[in-house]
Structures are given as structure tokens and as C-alpha cells.
């Protein structure tokens, strides 16, 4: 499953991210979005794991804080012809 984690403070490393998602369940992969211009996060990212560890994640995560900042943590939906998914 995909996962969205919004709110991250611009200072919240891949690594750091990564490590909270752990404690849940085996990470896929993690990755931070930076700007292409600067390099610099635009404050969001999205985690790969097992079903059963995202939703374990998700529920576990989502409010928490981490940096500093309140973490918004939910399942990451495909983009519509609309605009972009829900998160």
C-alpha cells in the first residue's frame, strides 16, 4: 500500500521518516518530495509497505508528531483526471 505523510517539517530527513514508519513493519520504500528547482522538501512524502503494516502504520501515525510538526498520515490515492488524489 502507498501511504501519504503530510506536514513534515522541511528538516525531517528520508531516514528519519523511514525509522518511524518502521516500528510498524517492514518499509518498501520512503521518499521525501523535494522541489526541482531548490532540492529542497515541499513538506510531504510517500511510504511503501505490506497492507497489514500500512494500516497499522497509518492508524498508529496519523496526529503524531515528528520534527516538531503534526503528521497527517493516510492512504494515498491515485490522481484523478479532476486533479490530484486525496490526502
Known amino acids: 500500500m502507498n501511504i501519504y505523510c503530510g506536514n513534515l517539517s522541511y528538516s525531517t530527513t528520508e531516514s528519519e521518516l523511514?525509522?518511524?514508519f518502521?516500528?510498524?513493519?517492514?518499509v518498501d520504500s520512503c521518499r521525501i518530495i523535494t522541489d526541482k528547482m531548490t532540492g529542497k522538501s515541499k513538506g510531504f512524502g510517500f511510504i511503501e509497505m505490506s497492507d497489514d503494516a500500512a494500516k497499522a502504520a497509518i492508524g498508529a501515525l496519523n496526529g503524531t508528531s515528528l520534527g516538531?510538526?503534526?503528521l497527517k498520515v493516510n492512504e494515498s490515492l491515485p490522481k484523478t483526471r479532476e486533479g490530484s488524489g486525496r490526502h
Do not use: Q
Not at 518502521?22 to 517492514?26: L, T
Open 18 to 20: 523511514r525509522e518511524a
Open 22 to 26: 518502521m516500528a510498524h513493519g517492514a
Open 68 to 70: 516538531g510538526n503534526t
